[in-house]
């Protein structure tokens, strides 16, 4: 199994600036890339950014590019999401997402932070 465990949400004005943590640990061979996905009071869950483990590659939805920097610490299992000119827009709970290969795509889900932006 994998465990991801989420922290470093909170409450912050607008414009303001916070960094999420996502701590990897348990079966975690064959990983291939982390990301960070959101969803907002009655509405999906929807891409926010990810990180190829390996490579290091980064890709980010259109309305965080800028703004929002995602990284990975490979020997600690650990990625971040640092998230400055925070709208409050941004508000939502904040999952962390893991994805390995073993023949088949295998995603694995935080329990998720939430991050509230005050206008």
């Known amino acids: 199994q994998v465990q991801l465990v989420e922290s470093g949400g909170g409450l912050v004005q607008a414009g303001g600036s916070l960094r999420l943590s996502c701590a990897a640990s348990?079966?975690?061979?064959?990983?291939?890339?982390m990301g960070w996905y959101r969803q907002a009071p009655g509405k999906e869950r929807e891409f926010v950014a990810t990180?190829?483990?390996?490579?290091?590659?980064?890709t980010y939805a259109d309305s965080v590019k800028g703004r929002f920097t995602i990284s990975r610490d490979n020997a600690r299992k650990m990625m971040y999401l640092q998230m400055n000119s925070l709208k409050p827009e941004d508000t939502a709970i904040y999952y962390c997402?893991?994805?390995?290969?073993?023949?088949?795509?295998?995603?694995?889900w935080g329990q998720g932070t939430q991050v509230t932006v005050s206008s």
């Open positions: 997402n893991l994805v390995k290969s073993e023949g088949r795509r295998l995603d694995y």
């Open positions: 348990g079966r975690t061979f064959s990983l291939v890339g």
């Open positions: 990180i190829n483990w390996s490579a290091g590659s980064t």
